[in-house]
């Protein structure tokens, strides 16, 4: 039969244009499950085909067009998996370089609406705001291997990070710690995002080191102040040897808005055992 002669059918898609149309649907956000089973549709329909127009003694050219669906399979899935990953992973990049970009604006109280709208990152009305810190790893005193161990530590972080405060949530991090802004506004208010003890004990154990944060919450137009505050006393339980863990900041007084004068005295935190630590007068 002519129709399952291999040289009769036509020719399947070459991989650079099965890669383009991966690399759109990846940055559309299509899931790579559904780019795969679209192709592995095609594919099913063609061997759908190719039984039902068999006869009796079709069974070699059967065999031959079978063979020549597996290949396409085969250059298909390999294909659209690599092109889509990459392309995810330049995306991701991306994303990630735009939201460290915001998270620096947000931090310095400047040009924070312009980078917004290049972006396209929604911004909250108000964020806890996160100060970290991150003890080096193990791997990383090892001769030659701190660069990379600090890089994968960073990198666990990053992602435990993710799945229990959300995508919106943004970081500026380093391999020795940071700070991290979790929006609260509506859009969070039915799955309420937040770090919390438990959180950051999650957060610990992919980084397989103890890590220690403050966290207080405020307006958005407040951030530069709350980190500055956060970062400060988180200093100051480092250096008085407080054991890991998150250290609440006390009420800074949500009533202080945007443009009344703020005050710079000392912040009382509670500690992982519930004692309080404050500046002394």
Request: overall charge negative; charged content about 20%; hydrophobic content about 45%.
């Amino acid at each position: 039969m002519e129709v399952l002669d291999p040289g009769a059918f036509p020719a399947p898609p070459e991989p650079a244009e099965i890669a383009g149309t991966a690399i759109r649907w990846a940055r559309e956000g299509i899931g790579l499950e559904t780019v795969l089973e679209a192709y592995h549709d095609g594919i099913r329909s063609g061997l759908e085909f190719l039984a039902a127009q068999a006869g009796d003694g079709d069974s070699d050219q059967v065999m031959a067009g079978a063979t020549l669906i597996v290949r396409a399979l085969e250059m298909v899935t390999v294909a659209a998996s690599a092109a889509y990953v990459e392309e995810h992973r330049l995306v991701a990049k991306e994303h990630q370089t735009a939201a460290q970009t915001l998270v620096s604006a947000l931090l310095s109280g400047h040009g924070v609406a312009q980078l917004a709208r290049q972006t396209g990152i929604a911004l909250a009305p108000a964020y806890q705001v996160v100060a970290v810190s991150i003890p080096q790893h193990g791997d990383e005193l090892r001769p030659g291997g701190g660069a990379t161990a600090g890089r994968r530590k960073l990198r666990r972080v990053q992602a435990a990070l993710a799945n229990p405060l959300g995508s919106r949530a943004l970081s500026l991090l380093s391999t020795e710690g940071g700070t991290v802004l979790v929006p609260i506004d509506e859009a969070s208010a039915l799955t309420p995002l937040a770090m919390t003890a438990e959180v950051l004990e999650v957060v610990s154990e992919a980084a397989e080191v103890p890590l220690t944060a403050t966290v207080t919450a405020g307006a958005r137009c407040r951030i530069p102040e709350l980190a500055g505050r956060a970062h400060d006393l988180l200093g100051r339980i480092r250096a008085a040897n407080r054991p890991p863990g998150l250290y609440p900041m006390a009420d800074l007084g949500e009533s202080i808005g945007c443009d009344s004068p703020q005050q710079a005295d000392g912040t009382a935190v509670t500690s992982p055992n519930k004692r309080r630590m404050g500046r002394s007068a």
